[in-house]
């Protein structure tokens, strides 16, 4: 007998900027959608007093979930327990679970892909081919970078190319550049003489008003928190799919995907209140939307969509190193928004037939803080104490790296066999590496950092070429792919096992080229909402 | 302002007295608690001196002081050296404090520089990137001192200093920073 009843067309599992962005586009299309999200609803307002209370973060350092709820039926991912690392490499992203996700401290960077990365097998002999091309994902990045009031450069070569305007976009950028701040402007010039070119950072700000949000006034705060919402984060849609109709639960650990008996589809959605009663519902259609990481627990919980044995692998990052100059000329980062641009040299080439490719994101930091630490340590203290951190903040650069890695098979998420949540659940073990293809493009960093020092007359403050720094960029972990076998989901974010079953996070990314993924991971749920709209 | 005097620095040791027996120190009753209404008599001013600072805000100290012995069960005593070594040594000013060879005291000097990290960080301990446990003890965010040299170009990051853009232009200082 075929069920008429349900609960709601669509329940979307994660009201992150992913799974929020579908259901509003669900909901604004007139579907029933009720969104499932295990954390709380908190104000900006609190999170801001939060911040300049909690004495354990600063804009550039620290634990970046500090400042957020950590409720335990939702933790944020650096409580004990919550991640097991077994590998080599310790591999544990910052993320937060609440109502808006965990770009409530992000940078802000929203990149397009290369259409290159989607075929890295193809061209380069290495990883994964994507099933979908850069064309078939353009108009649903066009569509995200309106939604979220995207800035960028109409005339930058994103390729790193030092060509015209690239990757192809079918209108520009719905928001004008920000001002390159004085920082910017003389790190570009001084940097420019050794080859190297400074590429504006396409972002979140809002430059102008944008919808609700006010212009960008400057409060070097994005991360962990934009303190007046010019930069945009999740907690936006969520509101808009409210707005449009979708209903949110927060407080809802869902914990179970129910099959149908013939195990084709998945017949109801179970979460936990924080008072340990059990809510079932329904849906024609489920979307996962609950991080990279939380998604392949769910899945695994449940024991739905992994036929190929692939859910919770390839486990992808961006890690990389990271350098701490002063500069021999005052230049005083910390003025504007903590990033402004990258250095895309080695973004695409046939180098990456050998290593994998990377990206210098330039910081604009005030630098105050470890400037501070460091003159302390040194015993510095009286009117000298001023003097240098002045001398020093006015000097100040900090950049940091991202190297592609590779999907492999063995790095991974599991269940712990020992580590249970609020609820009793397993919580997850990591095994993670980085292999040669990554390691050989940090030889190349090594260089460049030389070469940078050099360029900016610059003593080192800080500098790791050493400790594998993950950048907070997971993917691969339920990954997309055409072949059943050797894949979770479909070119449509479908899983190949269950037919009503979708999922959207930055996970099913199958490479993971060398830039943030949200806006794909963006891109790619608002494709799967439209193919979702079509079929109910 | 509090000033800095001898009397202060020598007349009271660090007995802990209630901070309203020091006189002319009061503050909303928010901003402390119980626990932390005590410190030294003689601990602002010589976080004063220390700082090369006459106008560390009196309400602060305690909360800086309390953060300090919360995070180092020693401190109390380490302190009293402090106190005891300055007093010695007739130190009124930062200038008398680097004249009297305490700062080549390592051990002295460290718990000079203890007290000048917690009114210059805002806080005690060190941060833990990944860590929600054993976390600083929180002193202030924006009233912390190591924001001072630099307010006049940067901001103290959540705040604002201009309109959209205003960093496109060089800070006016810069060719004399």
Redesign the interface.
């Known amino acids: 007998m075929t069920q008429t009843d349900y609960d709601a067309d669509v329940i979307v599992v994660g009201s992150g900027v992913i799974g929020s962005l579908a259901a509003h586009h669900l909901a604004k299309n007139g579907k029933s959608v009720i969104i499932l999200e295990a954390g709380t609803r908190v104000p900006r307002w609190k999170i801001?007093e939060s911040?300049?209370?909690?004495?354990?973060?600063?804009?550039d350092?620290?634990?970046r979930?500090?400042p957020y709820p950590?409720e335990p039926w939702a933790p944020?991912s650096?409580?004990?327990d919550y991640i097991t690392n077994h590998g080599p490499i310790d591999y544990?992203p910052g993320m937060l679970r609440m109502v808006g996700g965990t770009t409530w401290h992000w940078g802000g960077a929203c990149w397009r892909l290369l259409p290159n990365d989607f075929h890295l097998k193809s061209l380069y002999g290495v990883g994964r081919d994507w099933p979908i091309s850069y064309d078939d994902l353009e108009p649903f990045y066009h569509q995200v970078e309106i939604e979220m009031g995207v800035s960028g450069d109409d005339t930058a070569d994103y390729s790193g190319q030092n060509g015209g305007a690239f990757p192809p976009r079918q209108a520009p950028y719905p928001v004008r550049p920000?001002?390159?701040?004085?920082?910017s402007?003389r790190f570009r010039d001084r940097v420019a003489v050794g080859g190297y070119s400074f590429t504006y950072q396409p972002n979140g700000r809002a430059?102008?008003p944008y919808e609700e949000r006010p212009?960008?006034?400057?409060?070097?705060?994005c991360s962990p928190?934009c303190?007046?919402g010019a930069q945009y984060s999740g907690d936006r849609h969520a509101t808009k799919a409210e707005r449009a109709g979708a209903k949110l639960i927060s407080d809802a650990t869902v914990y179970r995907l129910e099959k149908t008996p013939d195990g084709k589809r998945i017949a109801a959605v179970h979460y936990y209140t924080p008072d340990k009663r059990s809510v079932r519902l329904t849906a024609r259609k489920v979307l996962v939307a609950a991080h990279a990481l939380e998604t392949p627990r769910l899945m695994l919980l449940s024991d739905v969509g992994n036929s190929s044995g692939m859910v919770g692998r390839n486990l992808m990052d961006h890690n990389a190193f990271s350098l701490a100059m002063i500069a021999d000329e005052?230049m005083?980062s910390?003025?504007?928004p903590v990033q402004q641009g990258d250095v895309l040299k080695w973004r695409d080439g046939s180098f990456r037939q050998k290593h994998g490719c990377i990206r210098h994101e330039v910081g604009n930091f005030?630098g105050?803080?470890q400037?501070?630490?460091r003159l302390?340590s040194q015993?510095v203290?009286?009117?000298e104490?001023?003097?240098k951190?002045?001398?020093m903040?006015?000097r100040w650069v900090f950049m940091d790296s991202n190297i592609e890695m590779l999907p492999e098979p063995t790095n991974r998420m599991s269940l712990s066999a020992s580590k249970r949540d609020f609820y009793g659940l397993p919580l997850m073990d990591i095994y993670y590496d980085v292999n040669d293809y990554a390691r050989a493009a940090g030889n190349v960093i090594r260089e460049d950092y030389a070469n940078f020092l050099k360029l900016l007359g610059g003593e080192i403050f800080d500098q790791n070429l050493s400790l594998w720094e993950n950048r907070d960029h997971p993917m691969g972990t339920v990954i997309m792919g055409n072949d059943p076998r050797d894949s979770v989901v479909n070119h449509e974010g479908r899983s190949h096992d269950h037919d009503n079953l979708f999922i959207a996070t930055t996970g099913i990314m199958p490479a993971a080229s060398v830039v943030n993924p949200t806006l794909t991971g963006c891109a790619l749920s608002l494709r799967s909402a439209s193919i979702m709209l079509k079929e109910i | 302002m509090m000033r800095t005097t001898r009397r202060r620095l020598l007349g009271y040791g660090v007995a802990f007295v209630p901070l309203c027996l020091m006189g002319g120190v009061s503050g909303p009753s928010w901003a402390l608690t119980e626990k932390e209404k005590g410190c030294p008599p003689d601990f602002l001013a010589i976080s004063a001196i220390l700082t090369a600072s006459p106008e560390l805000n009196p309400i602060m100290a305690p909360r800086v002081w309390h953060a300090l012995i919360t995070k180092d069960d020693a401190f109390m005593a380490r302190y009293r050296r402090l106190s005891d070594e300055m007093a010695a040594h007739r130190i009124r000013s930062w200038p008398d404090y680097e004249a009297s060879g305490l700062s080549a005291q390592k051990e002295i000097h460290s718990i000079a520089v203890a007290v000048v990290g917690a009114w210059y960080l805002g806080r005690v301990g060190e941060v833990l990137p990944r860590s929600e446990i054993n976390t600083p003890a929180f002193i202030t965010y924006e009233g912390a001192l190591m924001w001072r040299s630099t307010r006049d170009v940067t901001v103290i990051p959540t705040y604002a200093r201009g309109g959209p853009g205003f960093w496109a232009e060089a800070p006016s200082s810069v060719k004399t920073d």
């Open positions: 801001v911040f300049r209370e909690c004495g354990n973060v600063s804009t350092a620290g634990n979930n500090q950590n944020s650096f409580v004990p544990i920000q001002a390159l701040g004085y920082f402007q430059t102008d212009a960008c006034v400057g409060n070097n705060n928190v303190p007046i005052p005083w910390g003025r504007g005030v105050n803080v400037i501070t630490e302390l015993g203290i009286g009117p104490l001023d003097e951190i002045r001398h903040a006015a």
